[in-house]
């Protein structure tokens, strides 16, 4: 199958031109015909939709002779497993889908990806996601500077053997649900950096829908800001991705926390959604509940409704001054992004809330304030201003607290519907 490459960000510019909302699923199986008719059936759908390719746990780990043994076995497996499978069997499985008008991202969770880098270069796909820092912490327990230099080495393989290579950072997810916007604006936009710095010149930008949509809006508006700034003549969107916390338990919990993230995205421009299912609080989604939840989330970014921007203001310049304000102090750091990187989380410049990755400094905490809006309850030694520190004497969340925090989005969207 001869691919030229590139159709990836192309596409998301097509859509970006007649102001679509370009829709995508979480989506991986084991079995080459599974995988075959799951994306098939999203190619199908009449809304502006593209490909995942969700990798399973072993491969994930470079385990894979287990993911072989689960193939040859006809085991279950929770991903698609790209290295174990044949080059020429996944080759025929792309054929007749893969093209232009219908893209196709692998997604798989590695802290180590050079392996499936080369995989997906060979197979002719030209996009795909994760960090140096984001699939590092929390997702492993690999030392940073390691994957750091896994991730620098995996840039430059891909760069070298695919045209108009692709990568989303996924840094503005890290531990999303209970971080505050700017830690995970700052995080997003220094890996798209690392990337480029590596050779990869199309990236995009994650953001993680939290706890208030006012605040996430004003968060989005940041982002794009900073982005315009940092990524000048840049190939580069952001996407929005579906609470990635506890999600709903009722179909009307779940089905307006899904429409809620499409009027977010919409509202703040963005390109990109990444959409979770009503059975999401259930079992691993099915083909039909990933096509159903990509209908809704389509028809809900059609719809002329958008979120309110008044509310967002305040929110807006905040994290716009604290975002800012980690990235320099990071790129002032070392001309080596990767290296200033390490030297940020050894020095808690950078840090994440709840995060038990051992280089990770773990004394940042944040609270969920009565607006809802994810707030810093102790900055540890972040540089910002004292204003960002919820108290300067927090006594630390209790376990009944961040328990509450966890369930704080699923209790409000499950309320019943007066």
């Known amino acids: 199958m001869a691919v030229s490459g590139g159709y990836f960000q192309q596409f998301i510019e097509n859509a970006r031109d007649r102001t679509e909302l370009v829709v995508q699923p979480r989506m ?71 093209c232009a008008q219908f ?5 798989h969770g590695t802290a180590q990806p050079q392996q499936v880098f080369q995989r997906l270069a060979a197979l002719g796909l030209d996009a795909t996601e994760g960090g140096p820092v984001s699939y590092c912490m929390p997702y492993s327990r690999l030392p940073l500077a ?7 080495q995996s840039c430059q393989l891909l760069a070298g053997l695919t045209e108009h290579a692709h990568i989303e950072s996924f840094g503005g997810c890290l531990l999303g649900q209970l971080c505050p916007p700017s830690l995970l604006i700052a995080m997003t936009l220094l890996e ?17 829908q939290g706890t208030s949509l006012a605040q996430d809006l004003g968060a989005l508006q940041a982002l794009r800001e900073l982005a315009s700034e940092y990524l000048a003549g840049a190939h580069w969107h952001v996407v929005v991705y579906c609470y ?4 709903p338990s009722t179909d009307h919990g779940a089905r307006r926390l899904i429409a809620d993230s499409a ?9 990109r959604l990444i959409v979770k299912t009503c059975a999401e609080s259930r079992q691993i989604p099915s083909v039909a509940d990933n096509l159903e939840a990509l209908r809704l989330a389509a028809e809900s970014a059609a719809d002329e409704t958008l979120i309110a921007a008044a509310k ?20 002032n750091l070392h001309a080596d992004i990767g290296a200033a990187l390490i030297q940020a989380f ?5 840090d994440i809330p709840y995060c038990l990755h051992p280089d990770n400094p773990a004394k940042t905490t944040c609270r969920i304030d009565q607006k809802g809006a994810l707030r810093w309850a102790n900055t540890g030694r972040l540089p910002l201003p004292r204003s960002s520190s919820g108290s300067l004497n927090d006594p630390g969340i209790s376990s009944a607290e961040l328990l509450q925090m966890l369930h704080y989005t699923v209790n409000r969207y499950d309320r019943p519907l007066h």
Request: some cysteine; overall charge positive.
């Open 244 to 247: 990635m916390g506890v999600f």
């Open 146 to 152: 390691r994957a750091v230099a896994a991730w620098a």
């Open 192 to 208: 798209a950096l690392f990337f480029r710095q590596h050779g990869v010149l199309s990236v995009s930008l994650s953001y993680a």
């Open 263 to 271: 009027r977010l995205a919409r509202s703040a421009a963005c390109e």
């Open 103 to 107: 893209p196709i991202q692998i997604r």
């Open 28 to 98: 991986g199986f084991g079995a080459l015909s599974q995988m075959r008719a799951g994306l098939a059936s999203v190619a199908s759908l009449p809304c502006t939709a593209i490909g995942t390719i969700t990798l399973d746990s072993y491969t994930r780990v470079g385990d894979y002779q287990s993911a072989l043994q689960c193939l040859n076995s006809a085991s279950p497996m929770n991903g698609f497993p790209i290295i174990s499978h044949p080059l020429e069997a996944v080759r025929d499985m792309l054929e007749g889908i893969y």
């Open 312 to 331: 967002s203001t305040g929110y807006y310049q905040e994290v716009l001054l604290e975002a800012r304000r980690l990235i320099e102090t990071v790129l």
């Open 346 to 350: 050894a020095r808690g410049w950078l």
